[in-house]
């Protein structure tokens, strides 16, 4: 199924494994897929915050916000090979991937910006946590 509409993939591009995914998308994507650092934004024009952007993936779809796992199957839909990637919403899966991506997304943000409190707009600047 080809997607007609414009999406906007919002990713932390001081993740390694963001990056690398995002990079991969790049190469398969159409152009209705447009990728965006979530660190190249300014800070008056992330909306949500900044911080909102980085616990999870956002795509932004006309005025619709899909996030998480429903941000990413709709992201590579954009690619030859996102029929491939429906299997993680079907009902019997689905629950479970969004529960292991909840986890590991919830980590992954708490590894690299700290406790995961969402703060004023220096949010963005990785931090040194401490292992937990």
């Given at each position: ?38 660190h190249s934004l300014p800070d008056t024009q992330a909306s949500p915050n900044k911080a ?28 030859r090979i996102g029929v491939m990637w429906q299997i993680l919403r079907w009902p019997l ?40």
């Amino acid at each position: 199924m080809i997607i007609q509409q414009m999406d906007t993939l919002y990713f932390d591009g001081a993740c390694p494994l963001c990056n690398k995914e995002m990079a991969h998308l790049a190469r398969l994507k159409d152009e209705l897929l447009t990728l965006v650092d979530i660190h190249s934004l300014p800070d008056t024009q992330a909306s949500p915050n900044k911080a909102t952007l980085l616990e999870v993936l956002h795509l932004k779809r006309g005025d619709t916000w899909l996030t998480g796992v429903e941000a990413n199957v709709a992201a590579w839909r954009h690619t030859r090979i996102g029929v491939m990637w429906q299997i993680l919403r079907w009902p019997l899966i689905r629950a479970l991937v969004d529960w292991v991506y909840k986890h590991w997304a919830r980590r992954r943000f708490v590894r690299l910006y700290g406790t995961g409190i969402p703060c004023a707009v220096d949010c963005c600047e990785p931090t040194q946590s401490s292992s937990q």
